[in-house]
């Protein structure tokens, strides 16, 4: 399935929040989206025959944050690569883990490590960092190489 | 004995790796599940985004230390991907070798650990004297046994020792022996099957809803196997079956594992053969003269040096041991990657849990997790 | 048959020795130290040392033969540093347990902990103080020395159960419950199949069992008896395919998981005591105890301690059986053992007790020939 075809298949249900879809190398497509049509795109792709979600991951741009998600077609054997970009002061976006339970703990990742909220997901713990750990350790403002930063505040939960 | 929570882990000898798998049991059976990772976590994507392209490769070697060469072939592939360079093939054969050989030792690492968990000891030995010749290979061309620090952006390190390619035939072909012994000190036993037979059923519908990868939904009867699906290095010009079965089990398992050893021997003699008759350069003619900083890769034989060097995405899927390795590199046209973002097989497999787990007895635990496979060190990465 | 036994033995040492110092100390001296009733206790006590040295030196043996055979069924060399072919290795690694300081959980209950493992290795070497060794090597008659011995066997699940407890750990409690539960379970066609063997033998003194067996070694006639002393005896030592108390893979050591140091040596070392007792009861009860057939040249049979040398070949031939087991064999569960364990093994054993009701109304087998209390 190409860029037009994907496009015209996701532009009914989605209408404004889907702002593009363009050729990516490796990819089926770069579909770009709104928040604010998130669980939308996530039925209308996973309907399309994205069955398997093989990542979510979050970018820091420093300006805004970007949230990837890279969908599995079987039938078409192609990756799809879903974005979105998130203002810095107010990351978030609504969950995929109802569409796709495997999005649980990829979430959790997400969330602590890029800090990126997600609304209504089920379970938000920390996953890979101590409970109650103030760091968001993939952030561009956090620098491992100056030493007084390193001092692990952990509060005891 | 009322319902109450066990932690196994994160120093328990059926975890293989660091961590920890809250079980709620009640008796003898599993009630409830709760994994919990990050015992081993040590930050390697965030360190990547301070370090050379070439020096991430030193990363991907720790990030699963049972699967090193396959982590720097994601690596690198996505990093080329990434940087706008092109290997020339007969590093692309390396690599695919690398990845077979590295395959074959990361399964029978799995399967010496997996026979202790239903408590045969023998073949434990077994499968580590044999990876060991593995292990051999490995340090006859890269020089280690465990980090190799093989490949570079734009090709491998160096090529293969003279008389390489007849020592590994010669472990290709004892261990192909060996894959038949194996098999009769456990499918040979009834009691093998009692243990694993109809055991931690995880379906193909809950594989792909839980993002299950590799051998486990190979098991379940969908023959997804990301170098046929989508083939990347050398692996469309040899040929191989995917391995798979029905019944979703353990045991089901266990036959995709062995019959992807198989294959992986066949495959890799293709290669062997190929690159006795090819000849050739291992390392891109044109390289960005920083990427060679501060480790020049050996056989280097023109850097030019490119200005406004342009920027780029680079994306790459390989099947590794595990399942689905997955490198997503954002190369903003520094010296270092602006973000290295990986997934891990390991992780999906183990995030599903719950699904395959319950219901079962406590027992059952170490045969069901040690045929998931697990290698915690990509998954916290 | 010698007359000599070892306790009378150890009363003739006793005797000598304590009669020379008489003969040299002065009147009330001589008569004191020359007492029937102190040369009988310092008798005992030497007997029960001699055994002690005995037994431990025999099980240590015992560990050393099992880690070689595992190390060869295993394509590798085993201990083989310390010593000549590694025969000191266990004394070396007893040594390095020994001073290790026992670090005992603070939540644990003390005298359990302490006493469990004491008194699961006391309650074990004391059979070895009712096993016939050879003919001259027990001691004393006491009729019914089998039914002892495997009541003092089956004494184990308690004290470990006891330890288990006591350690305060989940996985201990669940290995102890395991263990006892797996003891119980095997208890049962342990002590059925050696009845076909009282049956046919009409004793229940070993040594009269061992001279039963002159014309023809049990294991032939009761072969199903034997399979199922064997499995439930694998089952008692706790060995793989039935390790599952201290099932390593999910329950780390089971109920020994709070153990170290001296009091984990105990359990380790009662655990190889207990399998030595169970490979000379299976030597014993099926395989001609310390007697040979009449076709071993008489010159191999009648050197001093004949008896003990070829008894303990039979052990360790039948132990080597066990390792094999043990090489090749997974773990089975704790459902399906305790499940084999009532519905197959009892079943099997009651068949056996049928057959050998069946042999002693025979009497005679041909290809065998006649067991002497029955006559021909």
Same mark, same amino acid.
């Given at each position: 399935?190409?860029?037009?075809? !994907?496009?015209?298949?996701?532009?009914?249900? $989605?209408?404004?929040? $889907?702002?593009?879809?363009?050729?990516?190398?490796?990819?089926?497509?770069?579909?770009?989206?709104?928040?604010?049509?998130?669980?939308? !795109?996530?039925?209308?792709?996973?309907?399309?025959?994205?069955?398997?979600?093989?990542?979510?991951?979050?970018?820091? +741009?420093?300006?805004?944050?970007?949230? $990837?998600?890279?969908?599995?077609?079987?039938?078409?054997?192609?990756?799809?690569?879903?974005?979105?970009?998130?203002?810095?002061?107010?990351?978030?976006?609504?969950?995929?883990?109802?569409?796709?339970?495997?999005?649980?703990?990829?979430?959790?990742?997400? +969330?602590?490590?890029?800090?990126?909220?997600?609304?209504?997901?089920?379970? $938000?713990?920390? !996953? !890979?960092?101590?409970?109650?750990?103030?760091?968001?350790?993939?952030?561009?403002?956090?620098?491992?190489?100056?030493?007084?930063?390193?001092?692990?505040?952990?509060?005891?939960? | 004995?009322?319902?109450?929570?066990?932690?196994?882990?994160?120093?328990?000898?059926?975890?293989?790796?660091?961590?920890?798998?809250? %079980?709620?049991?009640?008796?003898?059976?599993?009630?409830?599940?709760?994994?919990?990772?990050?015992?081993?976590? *040590?930050?390697?994507?965030?360190?990547?985004?301070? *370090?050379?392209?070439?020096?991430?490769?030193?990363?991907?070697? #720790?990030?699963?230390?049972?699967?090193?060469?396959?982590?720097?072939?994601?690596?690198?592939?996505?990093?080329?991907?990434?940087?706008?360079?092109?290997?020339?093939?007969?590093?692309?054969?390396?690599?695919?070798?690398?990845?077979?050989?590295?395959?074959?030792?990361?399964?029978?690492?799995?399967?010496?650990?997996?026979?202790?968990?239903?408590?045969?000891?023998?073949?434990?030995?077994?499968?580590?004297?044999?990876?060991?010749?593995?292990?051999?290979?490995?340090?006859?061309?890269?020089?280690?046994?465990?980090?190799?620090?093989?490949?570079?952006?734009?090709?491998?390190?160096?090529?293969?020792?003279?008389?390489?390619?007849? #020592?590994?035939?010669?472990?290709?072909?004892?261990?192909?022996?060996?894959?038949?012994?194996?098999?009769?000190?456990?499918?040979?036993?009834?009691?093998?099957?009692?243990?694993?037979?109809?055991?931690?059923?995880?379906?193909?519908?809950?594989?792909?809803?839980?993002?299950?990868?590799?051998?486990?939904?190979?098991?379940?009867? %969908?023959?997804?196997?990301?170098?046929?699906?989508?083939?990347?290095?050398?692996?469309?010009?040899?040929?191989?079956? %995917?391995?798979?079965?029905?019944?979703?089990?353990?045991?089901?398992?266990?036959?995709?594992?062995?019959?992807?050893?198989?294959?992986?021997?066949?495959?890799? *003699?293709?290669?062997?053969?190929?690159?006795?008759?090819?000849?050739?350069?291992?390392?891109?003619?044109?390289?960005? #003269?920083?990427?060679?900083?501060?480790?020049?890769?050996?056989?280097?034989?023109?850097?030019?040096?490119?200005?406004?060097?342009?920027?780029?995405?680079?994306?790459?899927?390989?099947?590794?041991?595990?399942?689905?390795?997955?490198?997503?590199?954002?190369?903003?046209?520094?010296?270092?990657?602006? *973000?290295?973002?990986?997934?891990?097989?390991?992780?999906?497999?183990?995030?599903?849990?719950?699904?395959?787990?319950?219901?079962?007895?406590?027992?059952?635990?170490?045969?069901?997790?040690?045929?998931?496979?697990?290698?915690?060190?990509?998954?916290?990465? | 048959?010698?007359?000599?036994?070892?306790?009378?033995? =150890?009363?003739?040492?006793?005797?000598?020795?304590?009669?020379?110092?008489? =003969?040299?100390?002065?009147?009330?001296?001589?008569?004191?130290?020359?007492?029937?009733?102190?040369?009988?206790?310092?008798? &005992?006590?030497?007997?029960?040392?001699?055994?002690?040295?005995?037994?431990?030196?025999?099980?240590?043996?015992?560990?050393?033969?099992?880690?070689?055979?595992?190390?060869?069924? /295993?394509?590798?060399?085993?201990? /083989?540093?310390?010593?000549?072919?590694?025969?000191?290795?266990?004394?070396?690694?007893?040594?390095?347990?020994?001073?290790?300081?026992?670090?005992?959980?603070?939540?644990?209950?003390?005298?359990?902990?302490?006493?469990?493992?004491?008194?699961?290795?006391?309650?074990?070497?004391?059979?070895?103080?009712?096993?016939?060794?050879? =003919?001259?090597?027990?001691?004393?008659?006491?009729?019914?020395?089998?039914?002892?011995?495997?009541?003092?066997?089956?004494?184990?699940?308690?004290?470990?159960?006891?330890?288990?407890?006591?350690?305060?750990?989940?996985?201990?409690?669940?290995?102890?419950?395991?263990?006892?539960?797996?003891?119980?379970?095997?208890?049962?066609?342990?002590?059925?199949?050696?009845?076909?063997?009282?049956?046919?033998?009409?004793?229940?003194?070993?040594?009269?069992?061992?001279?039963?067996?002159?014309?023809?070694?049990?294991?032939?006639?009761?072969?199903?008896?034997?399979?199922?002393?064997?499995?439930?005896?694998?089952?008692?030592?706790?060995?793989?395919?039935?390790?599952?108390?201290?099932?390593?893979?999910?329950?780390?050591?089971?109920?020994?998981?709070?153990?170290?140091?001296?009091?984990?040596?105990?359990?380790?070392?009662?655990?190889?005591?207990?399998?030595?007792?169970?490979?000379?009861? &299976?030597?014993?009860?099926?395989?001609?105890?310390?007697?040979?057939?009449?076709?071993?040249?008489?010159?191999?049979?009648?050197?001093?301690?004949?008896?003990?040398?070829?008894? /303990?070949?039979?052990?360790?031939?039948?132990?080597?059986?066990?390792?094999?087991?043990?090489?090749?064999?997974?773990?089975?569960?704790?459902?399906?053992?305790?499940? &084999?364990?009532?519905?197959?093994?009892?079943?099997?054993?009651?068949?056996?007790?049928?057959?050998?009701?069946?042999?002693?109304? &025979?009497?005679?087998?041909?290809?065998?020939?006649?067991?002497?209390?029955?006559?021909?």
């Amino acid at each position: 399935m190409g860029p037009e075809e !994907l496009r015209a298949a996701l532009a009914p249900a $989605l209408g404004p929040s $889907l702002v593009g879809v363009e050729p990516f190398e490796g990819f089926a497509a770069r579909v770009r989206f709104r928040r604010e049509g998130a669980t939308e !795109l996530f039925r209308a792709v996973h309907g399309l025959g994205n069955t398997h979600l093989s990542m979510v991951a979050g970018i820091d +741009w420093v300006d805004h944050r970007e949230v $990837l998600y890279i969908v599995w077609s079987d039938a078409a054997k192609q990756y799809t690569l879903l974005s979105a970009d998130l203002p810095a002061d107010d990351p978030h976006i609504e969950t995929a883990s109802g569409v796709w339970p495997s999005a649980n703990w990829h979430e959790r990742e997400t +969330w602590e490590l890029v800090d990126i909220t997600f609304d209504h997901h089920p379970d $938000l713990r920390h !996953l !890979l960092t101590p409970d109650g750990y103030e760091f968001r350790p993939l952030l561009r403002s956090f620098k491992i190489h100056e030493p007084e930063e390193l001092e692990v505040k952990v509060r005891h939960v | 004995m009322s319902e109450m929570w066990i932690n196994m882990g994160p120093q328990h000898p059926m975890t293989h790796g660091l961590w920890n798998l809250r %079980v709620k049991i009640d008796g003898e059976v599993i009630v409830d599940v709760d994994p919990e990772l990050g015992y081993l976590h *040590r930050g390697i994507e965030k360190i990547s985004e301070d *370090r050379h392209y070439n020096e991430v490769v030193t990363l991907m070697d #720790r990030t699963c230390y049972v699967a090193g060469l396959a982590w720097e072939h994601l690596y690198i592939i996505a990093s080329e991907k990434a940087l706008h360079i092109e290997p020339p093939e007969r590093a692309e054969y390396l690599r695919v070798m690398c990845e077979e050989f590295q395959r074959l030792g990361s399964h029978i690492m799995w399967f010496s650990a997996f026979v202790v968990d239903i408590g045969l000891l023998t073949p434990l030995l077994y499968g580590m004297r044999d990876r060991d010749l593995v292990l051999d290979l490995f340090q006859s061309y890269t020089g280690a046994r465990m980090t190799y620090e093989y490949m570079r952006v734009g090709g491998v390190r160096n090529d293969l020792p003279p008389g390489f390619t007849d #020592r590994a035939r010669t472990v290709l072909d004892w261990l192909m022996a060996r894959f038949d012994e194996y098999d009769k000190l456990t499918l040979g036993s009834d009691i093998f099957h009692k243990r694993c037979d109809n055991l931690g059923i995880l379906k193909a519908n809950d594989c792909i809803a839980h993002g299950v990868t590799g051998p486990m939904l190979r098991s379940a009867g %969908v023959k997804r196997d990301l170098r046929k699906d989508r083939p990347y290095a050398a692996y469309d010009r040899v040929e191989f079956d %995917v391995a798979g079965a029905d019944s979703a089990d353990v045991t089901g398992r266990y036959l995709v594992r062995m019959e992807e050893m198989r294959q992986s021997v066949r495959i890799l *003699r293709q290669v062997l053969d190929w690159l006795d008759r090819n000849p050739g350069p291992v390392m891109a003619r044109e390289l960005p #003269r920083w990427l060679g900083a501060p480790y020049a890769p050996v056989g280097r034989e023109g850097y030019l040096l490119k200005r406004n060097y342009p920027k780029g995405v680079g994306f790459s899927s390989i099947e590794e041991p595990h399942g689905e390795a997955q490198a997503y590199i954002v190369n903003e046209g520094g010296e270092h990657p602006y *973000r290295v973002k990986l997934k891990s097989p390991v992780f999906s497999n183990i995030s599903a849990a719950r699904q395959y787990l319950v219901g079962y007895r406590v027992a059952d635990i170490p045969p069901i997790m040690g045929s998931v496979d697990v290698c915690i060190g990509e998954s916290d990465r | 048959m010698s007359s000599a036994t070892l306790y009378s033995v =150890s009363y003739d040492l006793v005797h000598a020795i304590l009669a020379a110092i008489g =003969s040299v100390l002065p009147y009330p001296g001589n008569v004191w130290i020359t007492n029937p009733d102190l040369i009988t206790g310092l008798a &005992v006590l030497v007997f029960g040392a001699i055994l002690l040295v005995a037994t431990m030196l025999n099980t240590i043996l015992l560990i050393w033969w099992e880690r070689k055979l595992l190390g060869r069924f /295993m394509d590798r060399r085993a201990a /083989m540093h310390v010593g000549f072919a590694g025969l000191l290795q266990n004394f070396a690694d007893g040594f390095k347990l020994f001073h290790k300081s026992t670090v005992k959980p603070r939540e644990a209950d003390t005298l359990g902990y302490l006493s469990g493992p004491t008194a699961y290795m006391v309650a074990s070497l004391l059979i070895f103080g009712i096993l016939p060794i050879s =003919s001259g090597w027990n001691s004393g008659a006491l009729p019914l020395t089998l039914l002892l011995a495997l009541a003092v066997f089956s004494f184990a699940p308690l004290f470990i159960f006891v330890s288990a407890w006591s350690s305060n750990n989940k996985y201990s409690l669940m290995g102890g419950m395991r263990s006892a539960a797996q003891m119980i379970a095997y208890e049962v066609p342990l002590l059925l199949a050696v009845v076909a063997v009282v049956i046919v033998a009409g004793s229940f003194d070993l040594t009269t069992i061992v001279y039963e067996q002159q014309n023809y070694w049990f294991w032939g006639p009761l072969f199903l008896a034997l399979i199922v002393f064997v499995a439930a005896m694998l089952a008692e030592m706790e060995r793989i395919p039935f390790d599952l108390p201290e099932a390593e893979a999910e329950l780390v050591e089971g109920w020994n998981t709070e153990y170290g140091g001296m009091l984990f040596a105990f359990f380790m070392f009662t655990d190889y005591l207990r399998a030595l007792i169970g490979s000379i009861l &299976v030597v014993l009860l099926f395989l001609g105890g310390w007697t040979m057939p009449s076709w071993v040249p008489a010159a191999a049979t009648s050197f001093p301690l004949a008896g003990i040398v070829w008894l /303990m070949v039979k052990t360790y031939i039948v132990f080597a059986l066990f390792v094999w087991v043990r090489a090749s064999l997974p773990r089975v569960r704790t459902d399906q053992l305790l499940r &084999v364990g009532w519905n197959r093994m009892i079943p099997l054993a009651l068949l056996s007790i049928f057959l050998a009701a069946v042999l002693v109304t &025979v009497r005679c087998l041909p290809a065998f020939g006649c067991i002497p209390s029955l006559g021909t």
